[in-house]
């Protein structure tokens, strides 16, 4: 049996072993794809335990995005732009092979739902793993980055790691009021939704136009979204389409395969899969 799972903490919320499901039903692959919980301080110790009893692949979620890029023995182009991963591979030689999905995943599903355009300007709370693992994928595609974040040291290393690109800009939240921005497309990737609260930012970013994408993913409307609805946005979209996208180039790296999406997405709507 190919083994596979997902890590991170909190992990109870994924729907990761779901969508995995659904694909290997859809291509007729047979393999096992589990949730397993990490403690905080155990990352190296639970991952390599997984792959030196039979684990051939990963995905990696809150908070060890970076732990896991620092583990790799080799990383794919997309690995490397991003400096963080999602998703890690066992070689036929035995390395670790690392890889960042969730850019493209993203990228993949604001195109489908007509939220970016090439020259979008973005608004992206959070300067976390997700935040980190989209931004190349979103600036190499034309757009024009704004980075906030709660703690305004990590919108400082983001900065810096890209290298101080000239369409990557940062702010700090408190001051996102003063400056007058009108932006096409806010992101929201911070994990706050998880516990059910928001960013705590001003409503001035919303505006009848813009498009609020929230990477989180529920069932009902996400705390964030709702609140951009509150203050006048129209066009909302939370990260299920992202989910199964990022997860199907996971697939892809691992079997070789990709699933078709469209079909996974509808299925996992209408059968109510949250
Ligand atoms: P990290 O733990 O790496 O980063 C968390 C980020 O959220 C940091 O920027 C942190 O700010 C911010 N944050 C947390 N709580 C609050 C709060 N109460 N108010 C404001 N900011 C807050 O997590 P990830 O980046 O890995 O994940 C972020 C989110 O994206 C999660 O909800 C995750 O589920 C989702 N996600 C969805 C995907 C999809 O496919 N749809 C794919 C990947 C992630 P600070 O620096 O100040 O601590």
């Known amino acids: 049996m190919k083994i596979f799972a997902i890590f991170g903490n909190p992990i109870k919320h994924s729907k990761s072993p779901i969508i995995h499901k659904l694909f290997a039903n859809q291509l007729n692959i047979v393999q096992q794809y589990e949730k397993i919980y990490v403690p905080i301080n155990n990352f190296n110790n639970v991952i390599n335990h997984f792959f ?126 003063n400056k007058k921005i009108n932006y096409d497309l806010i992101i929201n990737a911070t994990s706050s939704s998880i516990k059910g609260v928001i960013p705590n930012i001003s409503s001035s970013i919303i505006h009848s136009n813009v498009f609020c994408y929230d990477l989180f993913y529920s069932n009902k409307i996400t705390p964030f979204l709702d609140w951009c609805l509150y203050h006048g946005a129209k066009k909302i979209s939370d990260g299920l389409g992202m989910l199964i996208e990022q997860a199907a180039y996971s697939f892809f790296l691992w079997h070789g395969i990709m699933p078709n999406t469209t079909l996974i997405l509808k299925k996992f709507k209408t059968n109510n899969y949250f």
Do not use: W
């Open 52 to 177: 030196k009893n039979g684990g051939l692949g990963a995905n990696i979620t809150v908070p060890f995005k970076k732990m896991a890029y620092n583990i790799c023995d080799l990383l794919t182009q997309r690995g490397i732009n991003s400096g963080v991963v999602n998703t890690l591979k066992i070689t036929k030689k035995n390395q670790i092979l690392g890889d960042n999905t969730d850019g493209i995943g993203l990228l993949k599903d604001l195109k489908r739902i007509n939220f970016i355009y090439k020259n979008s300007n973005i608004l992206l709370i959070g300067a976390g793993g997700a935040a980190q693992g989209i931004i190349y994928p979103l600036i190499n595609f034309g757009c024009t980055i704004m980075i906030t974040n709660r703690t305004y040291k990590k919108s400082c290393h983001l900065l810096k790691y890209f290298n101080n690109k000239k369409n990557i800009n940062i702010i700090k939240i408190e001051d996102i009021n």
